[in-house]
């Protein structure tokens, strides 16, 4: 069951910039904690970016500290993940995660099943 539109992928050379957009179906982002995830062929499931429902301090990956930046627009009823300075490796499906279990500075938690079908970054180099 999908639970959220994303959009916003596409191909961009490397050095490039992205926005990704995430809309749930049937609730709202301050609703629960929020988070988005990307997939590779090569890679797992991993955790990019995260934010409270409270919108407090967020959680990012390594490799998206100081590139990506997460937040939501409640009018909007969206999430955004701004991604600058992309890199090859950033190539992946990225996943919005509609509801997070558990967030901290070190750790975004999804509560599996709560995801919306992705969107595709590829990064050329």
């Known amino acids: 069951q999908v639970q959220a539109v994303e959009s916003g992928g596409g191909l961009v050379q490397a050095g490039g910039s992205l926005t990704l957009s995430c809309t749930p179906s049937g609730w709202n982002v301050d609703d629960h904690h929020m988070g988005w995830f990307r997939q590779s062929p090569t890679k797992g499931r991993e955790a990019v970016a995260c934010?409270?429902?409270?919108?407090?301090?967020?959680y990012y990956s390594n490799s998206a500290k100081g590139r990506f930046t997460v937040s939501k627009d409640t009018a909007a009823n969206t999430l955004y993940l701004q991604m600058n300075d992309l890199k090859p490796e950033d190539s992946a499906t990225y996943y919005c995660?509609?509801?997070?279990?558990?967030?901290?500075?070190?750790?975004?938690?999804?509560?599996?099943?709560?995801w919306g079908r992705g969107t595709q970054v590829i990064v050329s180099s």
């Open positions: 934010i409270s429902f409270l919108a407090g301090t967020p």
């Open positions: 995660a509609v509801r997070v279990l558990r967030i901290g500075p070190t750790l975004c938690e999804p509560d599996n099943g709560y």
